[in-house]
């Protein structure tokens, strides 16, 4: 038990040195991207690292492109600010959650608009 606590302590750690960093950064394609959650592997040698972004479609993939670019960049800083024995290999994901929950909330009401 106690170590899953770390691992989660862990992750929420790398999220918020990420999140950090994106504020710090000059890049303009992380303006108004939120790290949403970091999943962190049992031996915290890697991380899934979820993220958002308004503006649709196009900036998905400018940030993913950009993540992928700046993944050595993050790991410095995760390097100066974890305190760990090994730096985590770091993989970005978009977090699609919201618009998962925008698409079920879509077809429940149009369930609703065809039964009445």
Do not use: C, H, N
């Not at 049992?42 to 993944?71: L, N």
């Amino acid at each position: 038990m106690a170590e899953r606590r770390r691992v989660f302590q862990v992750a929420e750690k790398i999220r918020e040195i990420i999140a950090s960093e994106l504020m710090r950064t000059a890049d303009p394609r992380f303006s108004m991207v939120t790290v949403t959650s970091v999943m962190a592997s049992p031996d915290m040698r890697q991380a899934k690292v979820y993220w958002i972004v308004t503006g649709g479609k196009d900036r998905i993939a400018e940030v993913t492109e950009a993540f992928t670019g700046a993944a050595g960049m993050f790991r410095r800083a995760l390097g100066a600010g974890l305190g760990i024995r090994f730096v985590p290999q770091l993989k970005f994901f978009y977090d699609d959650t919201i618009d998962t929950s925008d698409e079920v909330a879509r077809l429940l009401a149009k369930v609703r608009a065809q039964s009445s």
